[in-house]
């Protein structure tokens, strides 16, 4: 049952994977989403597009891109 319910879950990321925007590769993508499946996945997705956006665009040190994406986890609901 248990590996009927992780096939699913890679089943539903994948058919989200172009929305789905945290995570480095498919592999932490997946992770990421599996651990934020029961939460509010929308707000978290914003914090790793703020977070890559942070990083990528405006070329913050990353100690402090991490620090914002902390906050901006800590501030979602049931996370």
Excluded: N
């Excluded at 906050?71 to 996370?79: E, M, Q, R, Y």
């Amino acid at each position: 049952m248990q590996t009927y319910f992780t096939l699913l879950l890679l089943a539903v990321q994948s058919l989200t994977a172009q929305a789905w925007k945290c995570g480095i590769g498919p592999v932490s993508s997946t992770i990421s989403y599996i651990i934020a499946f029961p939460s509010d996945v929308m707000g978290i997705d914003r914090c790793c597009i703020e977070h890559d956006a942070l990083v990528d665009g405006l070329h913050l040190e990353r100690k402090e891109a991490d620090r914002i994406f902390c906050d901006c986890l800590a501030g979602k609901d049931s996370w």
